[in-house]
Structure formats: structure tokens, C-alpha cells
T-cell receptor, first 113, second 113 residues
Framework: DTAVSQTPKYLVTQMGNDKSIKCEQN?????MYWYKQDSKKFLKIMFS???????INETVPNRFSPKSPDKAHLNLHINSLELGDSAVYFC????????????FGEGSRLTVL | DAKTTQPNSMESNEEEPVHLPCNHS???????IHWYRQLPSQGPEYVIH???SNVNNRMASLAIAEDRKSSTLILHRATLRDAAVYYC??????????????FGKGTKLSVKP
């Protein structure tokens, strides 16, 4: 069983479209994250949710809206996609830091044309 | 979260030990030292973490300097599968609030057969 799963793995879309990436974890963790890895391979946190509540919201355009219907799911919705949104998006979860570890999904590669 | 400094790249031969250094001279007393790695086309993967004492697990060992201003990740016998980017990250204990992993550039480890 995959601990943190993301769908879709690949997403190709046109500028201006709206798209969503889904994330589910079956580890019973309270905290989930979205990270973005750009073409230069820098990994940067976007959002953190703890028990369905937003904890961290880094400087991310408000076109990006995370939604957590329950603590096992954290979805990422992106409106009005731009070329610069092309990246790999990783979902992660943890039972608690700093003493615990983060579990990452395999990533969702978004390409905006 | 305090900053870390790692070499951009390192090379190793298969089945030899690898010592990956990390400097964190501004570490605070409550910062944990975490190591993650990212294999090509995969999400980051937890390797090991520690606070003050050296740590061992099935993947690696973590040697922490007495003053905690540096640490070394030790892979005892490198395999081709260990070729990855290794990230050294400091994570503070915020007493209940959820910190986030701040990824630097990491060290790209190449393993030669």
C-alpha cells in the first residue's frame, strides 16, 4: 500500500485553465504539506495543514488554494494556470516534527503550455 | 530554521563508505538535524535524524559533532541505488506548532560501479 499517493502523476494543460491535484495518506497523520520543485530542482514548501486547518501558507499566489476535506486528504487546486506554474508538486505527511519524519508522495508533474 | 551548508557534489565508488558533510554553525539548542535524499524522478525520502547523539538505522549513520555545528551522514557501503541528492536540514522544536522542512541545494552523490 502506498503511504502517500498523489493523482495525477502527469498533467499537461493550457495556460488559463484550472486544475487540481489530489493527495491522500493512509498513515493516520495529522499534518500534511504541499511542496513545489521547480526546473532548477529547488524544493519549496507551499502549504501545511494540521488536522484540516491551515498552519503554514508561504508566499504563494492566491490562485493556489489547498483544500483538506478530512485529515487524510489535502488537495491542491490551481486557477488560471501560468507557464511558471510548471513544476513537480509533492505532497507529504507527518505524524509530527521535528522528532518524526515526513513521508512524501511520488510527485505530480504539471506542464503548462 | 537555521541554514546548512553542503558540498554541491560528491563521488563514490560502489561498495565503499561515503561520508557526506554538513555544516550548521548557527544551529540552536532545540534544532534537530534531519537528512533526506531524493532519487531521480522520485519524492524526497527520509534517511535519518538526530539531536545530540550519533544515530544509526538500517539506511545510514549520523555522526554529530560535539558542538553540534556540523554533522556527517555515513553510508557504510554505497550502492548504485544510493545515487541521489542528499539534503541536510535543521528543524526546530516549536513546542507544538508544526515546523517545515526547508530544503537547500543538497549534495548530489554519484556512485561509480
Amino acid at each position: 500500500d502506498t503511504a502517500v499517493s498523489q493523482t495525477p502523476k502527469y498533467l499537461v494543460t493550457q495556460m488559463g485553465n484550472d486544475k487540481s491535484i489530489k493527495c491522500e495518506q493512509n498513515l493516520g497523520h495529522d499534518t500534511m504539506y504541499w511542496y513545489k520543485q521547480d526546473s532548477k530542482k529547488f524544493l519549496k514548501i507551499m502549504f501545511s495543514y494540521n488536522n484540516k486547518e491551515l498552519i503554514i501558507n508561504e508566499t504563494v499566489p492566491n490562485r493556489f488554494s489547498p483544500k483538506s476535506p478530512d485529515k487524510a486528504h489535502l488537495n491542491l487546486h490551481i486557477n488560471s494556470l501560468e507557464l511558471g506554474d510548471s513544476a513537480v508538486y509533492f505532497c507529504a505527511s507527518t505524524g509530527g516534527v521535528p522528532t518524526g519524519e515526513l513521508f512524501f508522495g511520488e510527485g505530480s508533474r504539471l506542464t503548462v503550455l | 530554521d537555521a541554514k546548512t551548508t553542503q558540498p554541491n557534489s560528491m563521488e563514490s565508488n560502489e561498495e565503499e563508505p561515503v561520508h557526506l558533510p554538513c555544516n550548521h554553525s548557527t544551529i540552536s539548542g532545540t534544532d534537530y538535524i534531519h537528512w533526506y535524499r531524493q532519487l531521480p524522478s522520485q519524492g524526497p525520502e527520509y534517511v535519518i535524524h538526530g539531536l545530540t547523539s550519533n544515530v544509526n538505522n538500517r539506511m545510514a549513520s549520523l555522526a554529530i559533532a560535539e558542538d553540534r555545528k556540523s554533522s556527517t551522514l555515513i553510508l557504510h557501503r554505497a550502492t548504485l541505488r544510493d545515487a541521489a541528492v542528499y539534503y541536510c536540514i535543521l528543524l526546530g522544536n516549536y513546542g507544538g506548532s508544526q515546523g517545515n522542512l526547508i530544503f537547500g541545494k543538497g549534495t548530489k552523490l554519484s556512485v561509480k560501479p
